[in-house]
């Protein structure tokens, strides 16, 4: 297969909801880090060391990305960038889990309900009740939503199949038509993403990791296929940021 397009997935920095070791996800708008506003910028500079140019970016409605897309521009003096946000791209929903402590939900529930609830395919936390404060249905940019569509806690299957129109709908016919496109998003609709493309089973998307602020350079045929996937740093770079993904996703 000979490539013919080349797409860039990036996974924002780290929130300060991480960073705190709390349960984050579709329904909390958390901010960046110090260190996630580094991991943009160096995220940024990579692009630019290894002379990628975007005409298009794509990225969720959550602050987290959107910060992220904004420094990465910053590095690479590229704010006329046209930018389209989408709920579709936002993180997974963690249902009631959401603005917990991961260590404290652990030792309520066991950390093997705990990573199953994380790190399985089809399994759904607990759901957040709507009449919860922060069922986030009545807040910008939800409020005009069909509630019916808001989710309320999500399983990755769910994530994907949520992510997968705004691919089919808008990010793919761009990249078809030969623009240059960037993907900043979060870990598991970037997950998401990858297992469409690959054809990855529910098994293997169990075990792919995608670590903070490392660019993925995904190369395409003409079908949309992936040629190859490569991350914008050194194997170690990668080996480490994966690492704390992995270490992470255990506590979760």
């Known amino acids: 297969m000979e490539a013919c397009h080349k797409l860039v997935l990036l996974r924002h920095g780290e929130s300060n909801y991480t960073r705190d070791n709390l349960f984050c996800g579709f329904g909390n708008d958390a901010d960046l880090s110090d260190l996630g506003e580094k991991e943009a910028a160096v995220a940024g500079q990579r692009m ?9 970016a794509f990225t969720s409605v959550l602050k987290r990305a959107v910060k992220t ?3 990465v521009q910053e590095e690479l003096d590229c704010h006329w960038l ?10 997974r929903h963690y249902g009631a889990l959401q603005g917990l402590s991961k260590t404290e939900t652990a030792k309520k529930y066991g ?8 790190r399985s395919y089809d399994v759904r936390p607990p759901p957040l009740d709507k009449d919860d404060s922060r069922f986030c249905g009545n807040i910008a ?13 999500e399983s990755l299957k769910d994530t994907v199949e949520r992510m997968l129109p705004a ?13 240059r496109v960037l993907i900043v ?15 990855l089973s529910d098994q293997e998307i169990i075990r792919l990791e995608i670590p903070q602020g490392l660019p993925l350079v995904i190369e395409l045929d003409e079908d949309l296929h992936p040629v190859r996937d490569y991350y914008l740093a050194s194997e170690e770079d990668v080996k ?13």
């Open 69 to 71: 897309l904004y420094l």
């Open 82 to 91: 046209p930018v389209v946000k989408t709920w579709r791209l936002n993180e």
């Open 167 to 179: 691919w089919h709908d808008v990010i793919a016919p761009d990249v078809k038509a030969g623009k």
């Open 111 to 118: 950390e093997q309900q705990v990573k199953i609830w994380r």
């Open 185 to 199: 998003a979060h870990g598991n609709s970037l997950r998401g993403l990858m297992k469409y493309l690959k054809q």
């Open 141 to 153: 940019p939800y409020r005009d939503f069909d509630p019916t569509i808001i989710p309320v806690c």
């Open 48 to 56: 630019l060391e290894a002379g990628l140019s975007f005409d298009i």
């Open 240 to 252: 480490v940021a994966k690492t704390k993904v992995g270490v992470k996703d255990n506590v979760n």
